[in-house]
């Protein structure tokens, strides 16, 4: 069984959009971290998941991408670990109603591991899943990794706490040359059949690639893995403009990349960064 099947749902399934992004919208200060939001504006980060869920989403995500201690640490909030992520799960449960699930989100640990320790990685993932388990996810979403062994340790981190919970993993990649590979240069190909063989329950992409991109990662990996296929591209690549962060590629056209990625293939679509509930909205119209 996979995702799918868990989670009684036919493809294609549509997930949320971005999540820090429209914190920043809403006045969240640049650098902040997001999770901290959790308990310092908790009816923020519920309105918003209700917005993606008015829009149409089968999904959302909880608040705590970055809730692992590695990450909590360099932002000096390791005494809130617990009460952060349990915030987080608490807000995403109560507003998934009507039969949309929740996700426990777990991001990457900001490590470039000279050093890596699999043992050590898989600590810190089992240490954040057991946490995100308190709060009842219907699966757990490991997104945005950069390192297919961090990605690896992160999975069997979060299936040795999570029991019989779904666990999806996505990886970031960037375009070259010589085709699709992550900030570390894990080829795309073979780190997602890697995932598969090591028990994921979906496997994809999300970050980084817009939608057009995101099509041609989708075309070069869909006949390689069985498992349901996640794609959540950018609406574009991060600009200032008068002091903010901005995304140049307009709903609409991100609404039909997400579009062109279901016709082709991806069994689950959504958005990530500069995507909108508006963005999400427009393939129910």
């Known amino acids: 069984m996979n ?29 902040k971290s997001t999770i901290t939001q959790n308990i310092e504006n908790p009816a923020l980060v519920k309105d918003i998941h209700i917005s993606y869920i008015r829009a149409g989403s089968q999904a959302i995500t909880a608040n ?10 360099s932002s000096g909030l390791e005494g809130q670990e617990v009460e952060l992520n349990l915030a987080g799960m608490e807000i995403a449960r109560g507003a998934a109603i009507g039969g949309v699930k929740a996700a426990a989100g777990l991001g990457p640990t900001g490590e470039f591991h000279r050093d890596f320790s699999q043992k050590r990685i898989e600590g810190i993932y089992i240490r954040q899943a057991e946490l995100l388990k308190r709060g009842e996810p219907d699966f757990y979403l490991i997104e945005t990794m950069f390192d297919i062994r961090e990605a690896l340790a992160a999975l069997a981190g979060v299936k040795a706490a999570a029991g019989d919970i779904p666990a999806a993993v996505t990886l970031t990649f960037k375009k070259t040359r010589r085709g699709f590979f992550t900030e570390m240069g894990d080829p795309a190909v073979e780190s997602l059949k890697a995932l598969q063989d090591a028990g994921a329950d979906a496997v994809g992409a999300n970050c980084t690639l817009e939608p057009p991109e995101m099509l041609e990662l989708l075309r070069a990996v869909r006949n390689h893995i069985t498992i349901p296929l996640i794609m959540q591209p950018n609406a574009g690549q991060p600009e200032i403009l008068d002091g903010k962060i901005v995304y140049r590629i307009e709903p609409r056209a991100f609404a039909d990349g997400l579009v062109r990625l279901m016709k082709e293939g991806a069994d689950i679509v959504g958005g990530c960064c500069g995507s909108t509930p508006e963005t999400i909205g427009l393939l129910n119209r």
Not at 6 to 29: I, Y
Not at 64 to 73: H, R, S, Y
Request: aromatic share 10%.
């Open 64 to 73: 705590t991408f970055a809730g692992n201690i590695a990450i909590l640490k």
């Open 3 to 31: 995702l799918l099947d868990k989670l009684a749902w036919k493809a294609p399934v549509l997930f949320d959009g971005a999540f820090g992004t429209e914190l920043q919208k809403r006045g969240l200060p640049p650098g």
